[in-house]
């Protein structure tokens, strides 16, 4: 969701750089990327413009930011910077900073300038990612470390094949948020608490689980063919699945290809002419064949009739070709009661 500030980030900025000498001001620019050019150098890539190290870099840098918070110019653009912290505080009290910076603006060189600001405000905290968190700013450590815990704790619950849908989601999160304020308890709040944690993720579909899973993180055709499927609900031919996957993902998928890959795969089951279902809805691999074996094993013996009906819970076929197949004496012998067991 887009932001609007009030302040103008570059003409902030502009000011701002004022305070600093000439030199400082240049890589100060070049370091944040605040110039024509949006990209940001690195300190080794501003030392060699200028023939010195890249500790040295490191130094003007940091003398730059404390020159600048010094100064009469960084006083006069207080309410600039209140502005953001509000903006922050609105937005959840902490956020992945990719996230806040899109929410401000989609331009690369005004998200370096708003960066910039965010770096030099008292108020902003920043932390490194990590193996369970995004980088992100916060402005209240107590708050963060609240949404961390509570993140950790969603994750250590799911399992790895979890396909949650966002309402669901977004209740079992706030049930492990501890005393949450109630300005908090919003939908797209806790949806960017959710986007922070790189260990829970969301599929094309709007669907949250586990980020490494291929339920959410789908890689492949066969990926997405387990999402269309499971979203169909029901036995779907392979052609359909072809034309979905390039309705709902624009992923081209040939036919052929798709259909390739859907017998390869143990999450689906043929059960009719080109009909695949999901084997966790419960129905039987192989043959039709060897589900009469199948059935038969589970059950003990069973009359035609009875054959027939399980069979078809498992299988989109004619009637005519299960009893095809229970008339193989090689595998099927009928007792005296006219039911079926199996041969051996």
Do not use: C
Request: aromatic share 8%; hydrophobic share 35%; proline share 3%.
């Amino acid at each position: 969701m887009a932001t609007t500030l009030t302040i103008k980030p570059k003409q902030v900025v502009k000011a701002l750089l004022k305070s600093l000498p000439e030199r400082a001001q240049e890589v100060i620019t070049k370091r944040y990327g605040l110039g024509k050019d949006p990209d940001k150098m690195t300190l080794e890539a501003i030392g060699q413009t200028y023939g010195i190290t890249r500790e040295r870099v490191r130094q003007i840098e940091n003398y730059a930011i404390a020159n600048i918070q010094k100064s009469k110019e960084f006083e006069s653009q207080t309410s600039a910077f209140k502005e953001l912290e509000e903006l922050v505080h609105e937005m959840g009290g902490v956020m992945a900073e990719e996230d806040l910076l899109d929410s401000v603006s989609k331009d690369i060189s005004i998200q370096n300038h708003v960066y910039f600001l965010l770096v030099l405000g008292r108020a902003f905290k920043w932390q490194k990612e990590d193996d369970h968190f995004k980088h992100r700013w916060h402005i209240d450590d107590a708050h963060s470390k609240k949404i961390e815990d509570a993140l950790r704790k969603l994750y250590k619950n799911l399992k790895d094949d979890d396909i949650i849908p966002e309402s669901e989601m977004i209740d079992t999160f706030l049930n492990h948020v501890e005393d949450l304020n109630d300005k908090f308890r919003n939908d797209e709040i806790l949806k960017r608490w959710l986007s922070i944690s790189k260990k829970v993720g969301k599929n094309p579909l709007g669907e949250w689980g586990v980020s490494h899973s291929p339920n959410i993180k789908a890689k492949g055709m066969r990926d997405y063919a387990f999402l269309v499927i499971r979203k169909h609900g029901s036995p779907i031919h392979f052609r359909e699945v072809a034309m979905q996957i390039q309705k709902m993902f624009g992923k081209k998928a040939h036919v052929a290809t798709t259909h390739n890959e859907l017998i390869k795969d143990p999450r689906f089951v043929l059960v009719g002419r080109g009909l695949y279902a999901l084997s966790e809805w419960g129905y039987m691999s192989g043959v039709v064949k060897d589900v009469i074996k199948n059935v038969i094993e589970k059950n003990g013996p069973l009359t035609k009739k009875e054959v027939i009906e399980k069979v078809m819970k498992e299988r989109y076929v004619k009637e005519n070709t299960i009893l095809v197949n229970l008339q193989n004496p090689k595998f099927f012998k009928k007792d005296k009661e006219n039911r079926y067991s199996i041969v051996g």
